[in-house]
């Protein structure tokens, strides 16, 4: 009996698990218009024991397990409800992945250690933060969209720029919660907040809309290249 108990509290979880992954994909198409897709996600468990933590790409050395686009490719990214709900039924355990740049957020990334050093560096200097989305390795600060050139030349000021600092722009994508992958758990570190347009500290992508507010890149630039060349290994590694 108590096993039979256990394995219906697994399914309810499940359950609940999936469901909360199709209402992240939908809350972002529908009501944030932010274009997603679901990833790759995760091999299927084969026997007791097996955790099942492997890519369920064909790739056996996947470096970001899980947390990638495989099947549809990136450019099929959407905001489209139907075509949503249509992945993520079929697909319930998918993680939910944002396509970059555009009129969508971007976002830039750090190891873990130095994400959580920026946060307080930034948090002190009064800088008003968006959403942060932290994995086990890696945190991402969503920012608003950037286009190349104008990264380029922030980027160019600066001394040196620590090769574990990552930007994901036009062409890229993040994953969001509450997703799972190779490396772990996906949560929110700074949860989404709508906030009025700000012509200096950052935008809304859709003035007057629930859609979460953004700084713009250049509030943060600075204090995520000094955690990242502060990190324990001067920022060379890059730890996804």
Not at 11 to 21: G, I, K, V, Y
Not at 98 to 106: D, I, N, S
Not at 160 to 188: C, D, M, N
Request: net charge positive.
């Amino acid at each position: 009996m108590r096993e039979i108990l256990g394995r219906r509290r697994r399914l309810r979880f499940r359950r609940s698990e999936r469901a909360a992954q199709l209402g992240a994909a939908l809350t972002c198409a529908t009501e944030w218009k932010w274009p997603v897709l679901p990833g790759v996600g995760l091999k299927a468990a084969g026997g007791r024991g097996d955790r099942g933590r492997g890519c369920a790409c064909p790739d056996p050395e996947c470096a970001v397990p899980g947390a990638h686009p495989f099947d549809p490719g990136l450019l099929a990214a959407s905001t489209d409800e139907r075509l949503v709900r249509w992945w993520w039924t079929n697909r319930p355990g998918a993680p939910v992945l944002l396509a970059t740049g555009g009129r969508a957020p971007c976002a830039l990334s750090l190891p873990a250690v130095a994400g959580a050093r920026a946060l307080v560096a930034l948090d002190e200097m009064g800088v008003r933060l968006g959403p942060v989305v932290a994995t086990p390795t890696r945190w991402s600060l969503l920012v608003a969209p950037y286009s190349l050139e104008r990264l380029g030349d922030l980027l160019y000021s600066k001394d040196w720029v620590p090769s574990s600092l990552r930007f994901h722009g036009e062409g890229g994508y993040l994953v969001l919660p509450p997703s799972e992958t190779g490396k772990g758990q996906v949560r929110w570190e700074r949860a989404p907040h709508s906030g009025p347009r700000s012509r200096t500290s950052g935008t809304d992508p859709r003035p007057g809309s629930a859609a979460p507010w953004l700084p713009d890149v250049e509030a943060v630039v600075d204090a995520l290249v000094a955690a990242s060349t502060s990190a324990p290994d001067g920022g060379s590694r890059l730890a996804y």
